[in-house]
T-cell receptor, first 112, second 113 residues
Framework: EAGVAQSPRYKIIEKRQSVAFWCNPISGHATLYWYQQILGQGPKLLIQFQNNGVVDDSQLPKDRFSAERLKGVDSTLKIQPAKLEDSAVYLC??????????FGPGTRLTVT | AQSVAQPEDQVNVAEGNPLTVKCTYSVSGNPYLFWYVQYPNRGLQFLLKYITGDNLVKGSYGFEAEFNKSQTSFHLKKPSALVSDSALYFCAVRDHNTDKLIFGTGTRLQVFP
């Protein structure tokens, strides 16, 4: 069974630029999550999708972050414009049920 | 609000010795608790979970965790540590209302040969 795929693995941008991350969940997993993991901290949920609908985006900075999950499969997370404090690892996860989430390798973003 | 705390930033243990990584929780209602492990440059991997039932939960790679309701703890344990167990370990609780996972700050486990 293929795992959660994410790209790119690494990205370096200057502040005020825009960036997009892509996630392909495990086949058949209806729920998809995007987390932000700042160095030295645990992952923090940004947005949760159930199929192509948003379940929770309460911690998504909506003035600069956006996410979509077209057709209920792949998802993209966009930041525009980026700030220095957005430097983090962005993790995508998917789940079939409520109990176990499967994580991708993450995208390490550095904003200079 | 649901939360977990991992009081130790780092735990050092010699190979072959038992290890414990601590986690305490604060929840309203029954807790749904998880342990994940993160190896360098990789995503988090599920280790084990406590939803209900036996207080001693067995998981992947020989790890187990003990749920203690009176002490509101869910410590991760392994009888004999391996160097390959060296990684970052996260405790998490599932929010009852939204199902989202709320993670602790992580504990770095270092196993020395």
């Amino acid at each position: 069974e293929a795992g959660v795929a994410q790209s790119p693995r690494y990205k370096i941008i200057e502040k005020r630029q825009s960036v997009a991350f892509w996630c392909n969940p495990i086949s058949g997993h209806a729920t998809l999550y995007w987390y932000q993991q700042i160095l030295g901290q645990g992952p923090k949920l940004l947005i949760q999708f159930q199929n192509n609908g948003v379940v929770d985006d309460s911690q998504l900075p909506k003035d600069r972050f956006s996410a979509e999950r077209l057709k209920g499969v792949d998802s993209t997370l966009k930041i525009q414009p980026a700030k220095l404090e957005d430097s983090a690892v962005y993790l995508c996860a998917s789940s079939l049920d409520r109990d176990e989430q499967y994580f991708g390798p993450g995208t390490r973003l550095t904003v200079t | 609000a649901q939360s977990v705390a991992q009081p130790e930033d780092q735990v050092n243990v010699a190979e072959g010795n038992p290890l414990t990584v601590k986690c305490t929780y604060s929840v309203s209602g029954n807790p749904y608790l998880f342990w994940y492990v993160q190896y360098p440059n990789r995503g988090l991997q599920f280790l084990l979970k406590y939803i209900t039932g036996d207080n001693l939960v067995k998981g992947s790679y020989g790890f187990e965790a003990e749920f203690n309701k009176s002490q509101t703890s869910f410590h991760l344990k392994k009888p004999s540590a391996l160097v390959s167990d060296s990684a970052l370990y996260f405790c998490a609780v599932r929010d009852h209302n939204t199902d989202k996972l709320i993670f602790g700050t992580g504990t770095r486990l270092q196993v020395f040969p």
